[in-house]
């Protein structure tokens, strides 16, 4: 398997595919929603955070805003970024820097620590979204690309709805929002491996 999406997603990044990968289409958009999943679960793991870190409702405003403030200021040199360092690899560092903010943002002790670990997953989610059209482009034929544009516009309404499903009952299973934050960074690893390999 690892051997089939390497071959499927790798080396003619730049070149037009000569039938789509639509394995590399459904890995692009297992990343992006990994990355809407951390904009869904915060709403649901807030109040267990502000019990934990003792903060009130407008430091709760700046920890939910983060991820927008960063798509704001961030979005609009991602596309320049991805042309200069090569979109794959801006695909593989966002996936990596989801993950790594959410194990980080597990540990935080304190609302400071816990913004700064938004910070590192919004740029990485930023990364992820901005990169995949383009890969997507390039793995699609001119004739599937809109069917394959199309399976992408699920990312946003699948991770984010999901894990805003999902996240009470993960925080209950783990006995924490903690437990939620190391799922996530685990989600976002294992697509940086499949992406990856």
Request: hydrophobic share 60%.
């Amino acid at each position: 398997m690892c051997g089939v999406c390497r071959n499927r997603f790798s080396a003619p990044e730049l070149q037009q595919s000569a039938a789509t990968r639509w394995g590399t289409v459904f890995l692009i958009l297992f990343a992006g929603s990994v990355g809407a999943a951390q904009l869904g679960k915060l709403p649901g793991a807030l109040p267990a955070i502000r019990a934990d870190l003792d903060f009130g409702l407008v430091a709760a405003g700046w920890l939910i805003s983060t991820i927008v403030l960063i798509g704001a200021l961030g979005s609009i040199c991602a596309g320049m970024i991805g042309d200069r360092f090569g979109h794959r690899r801006m695909l593989l560092g966002g996936a990596a820097l989801v993950s790594i903010g959410s194990l980080a943002g597990s540990a935080a002790e304190a609302l400071i620590p816990l913004i700064a670990t938004r910070f590192v997953e919004g740029i990485g989610y930023i990364a992820v979204i901005s990169a995949a059209p383009v890969l997507i482009a390039r793995a699609a034929t001119d004739r599937d690309r809109p069917v394959a544009f199309g399976v992408w516009s699920f990312y946003m309404p699948f991770g984010m709805a999901a894990m805003v499903a999902l996240s009470p009952l993960l925080i209950s299973a783990f006995g924490s929002w903690r437990g939620l934050w190391v799922f996530n960074a685990a989600l976002a690893f294992l697509s940086l491996l499949f992406l990856f390999y």
